[in-house]
């Protein structure tokens, strides 16, 4: 959803909010007194959302409930001229029962009585009588005062423009919001070609999200704040406002409360993380320098310094946060164990496979089976490692793809390193070729020889060498070695190089022995050199040479 398709529908929304609230205070000005039930024996008596007084005792028959009815007869009984006279009380003594009569003038409200008085209060009947009588003087005071006409005209002024300055804020809350967003989608648009920001705009979502629960929440503090101010404004609806005001004040008191009792702990929390952070720099230093060689530590490889350093890095801060959690506010709550509890539930579930693969990443890590940058041959992948993660290691193949393979797999198979014995001397690639046994082998070794030192890529030094691999029924193998630096160019490479073999064994007029032979032919089986540049082949063109795919 947009914030135009959110803006659009403010109004509406807004309306009907006014729309509820304004029935509300109808409803509210009308003087229609309530009963509220607490108990089953109990019944309080409230008028215009006022507790008056808790009647617990059945007097001649007539119970709580019954005794609360008949006080609202009486009250709303009460002429409008006597709403404001004062209270008067009268004790009496009825069946052995001890009590007062609320009364103005002849007019007899209810009776207070001593089985109305709640035993952990520890009040006298006199004492609670009077008090019973000043709540309902202020609740008639407020009824009568309610029909005064100016007093209703200046509390709906008030209201008024209340309204309007709520209405003003919200518009405001909303122009800013959109401003704000609008700013930041333009900068992230800007920004598109750049690296920098590339991740805001796969987070723009979230974004928005953020943005609309921000805006909801000021409108709802908006209507919250007029709704409390306009209830203020009406004598019968003042005790409502008064409640709102009370409960956003004490939620502020007690918030603010509950972070002053929480500083001690949470900063114990913060000291303990930052000296965890001070010492796990500490130690990145030293595997920094052991990377680096400025260090010699027995046991600790090149090729294991990086994974020995995540763990330990792992190890301390889970220490250290094992240590601050404690402090961390709420952390004995069982709110915050239940959703620790839920978690570590999740990760169980969750993590078998996870834990196969990260094992495994270690074992090729600790085995130093493999580093970035070497030549490998992995079951039908060949290519040079971009990557030796956690879960799963890259390689670039000869075709330039990325392929992902998981550690659990690259442990379970058989692993052709053909960097890690060449150090200095670069990636040692071969190629075999058939020689028939009337060639002699010297000249057969000279040949390759001369082929490989006129092939681009690979390195005069080391000096390519030929071993004789087999002596076969009809041909002696022999295998050519070679140094090459760059092992993607291993494909080009040796398509320069057979080419040169070629030309080597056709100018000296050697037959290769592929395909056999039933029979041997009259004639040795060569391409002569005038035959070299046949159609459709470049007759001035050089030999093949290497190219990167």
């Not at 692993?415 to 060639?439: E, F, M, P």
């Amino acid at each position: 959803m947009t914030f135009s398709c959110i803006f659009r529908k403010v109004p509406a929304a807004l309306s009907l909010l006014l729309l509820a609230c304004g029935f509300f205070l109808a409803s509210a000005a009308i003087p229609a007194p309530a009963v509220e039930q607490v108990r089953e024996k109990e019944a309080t008596l409230s008028y215009h959302f006022r507790p008056i007084v808790t009647f617990r005792a059945t007097f001649v028959g007539a119970t709580p409930v019954i005794r609360v009815r008949r006080a609202l007869t009486r009250i709303d009984a009460l002429p409008p001229n006597q709403m404001e006279q004062q209270i008067e009380l009268t004790p009496f003594t009825a069946d052995g029962t001890r009590g007062f009569n609320l009364r103005i003038g002849e007019f007899v409200l209810f009776n207070v009585l001593e089985g109305d008085l709640d035993p952990e209060e520890k009040i006298s009947l006199e004492a609670a009588a009077r008090r019973t009588a000043g709540e309902m003087a202020a609740a008639l005071q407020a009824a009568a005062t309610q029909r005064h006409p100016m007093v209703l005209l200046k509390g709906v002024g008030l209201a008024a423009a209340a309204t309007l300055i709520a209405l003003i804020l919200l518009w405001l809350i909303r122009r800013a919001t959109t401003l704000v967003v609008g700013h930041l989608q333009h900068v992230i648009e800007a920004e598109d070609a750049s690296n920098r920001l590339r991740w805001a705009r796969h987070g723009w979502l979230l974004v928005q999200r953020v943005a609309q629960l921000l805006m909801g929440f000021l409108w709802l503090s908006v209507a919250y704040l007029w709704l409390t101010y306009v209830l203020a404004r009406f004598p019968l609806t003042e005790p409502l406002g008064d409640r709102l005001s009370d409960f956003l004040f004490g939620l502020l008191y007690t918030l603010g409360v509950g972070l002053v009792n929480a500083m001690p702990a949470l900063t114990t929390a913060l000291i303990i993380l930052f000296l965890t952070k001070s010492f796990n720099d500490a130690i990145g230093n030293f595997f920094k320098a052991a990377r680096e060689g400025r260090v010699q530590v027995p046991g600790l490889h090149p090729e294991t310094v990086t994974a020995t350093h995540r763990i330990v890095s792992i190890l301390v801060w889970g220490l250290g946060i094992a240590v601050a959690y404690p402090f961390i506010p709420m952390s004995d709550s069982d709110a915050f164990k239940g959703l620790s509890v839920m978690f570590g539930f999740m990760l169980t579930l969750g993590s078998a496979g996870i834990v196969n693969q990260l094992m495994s990443g270690l074992v090729l890590v600790y085995s130093r089976a493999l580093s970035v940058g070497d030549f490998v041959d992995i079951g039908e992948n060949v290519g040079v490692v971009s990557e030796v993660g956690a879960l799963s290691t890259k390689m670039i193949n000869m075709r330039n793809e990325e392929v992902t393979i998981p550690n659990a797999v690259l442990v379970g198979s058989p692993i052709r390193n053909y960097s890690r014995l060449a150090g200095a001397r670069g990636t040692l690639v071969s190629t075999k070729v058939t020689i028939g046994y009337d060639t002699p082998w010297r000249q057969v070794h000279a040949m390759l020889i001369a082929a490989a030192e006129q092939t681009p890529g690979l390195r005069a030094s080391p000096r390519p060498f030929v071993y004789q691999r087999s002596l076969a029924d009809w041909y002696v193998e022999y295998e050519l070695f070679a140094h090459m630096d760059k092992p993607l160019e291993r494909v080009p490479v040796l398509s320069a190089l057979h080419a040169h073999i070629q030309d080597q064994f056709n100018t000296y007029g050697v037959q290769i022995m592929s395909p056999h032979f039933v029979i041997q032919p009259s004639s040795n089986v060569i391409v002569p050199p005038e035959h070299w540049h046949a159609a459709p082949a470049d007759p001035e063109g050089p030999p093949a040479q290497p190219e990167r795919p």
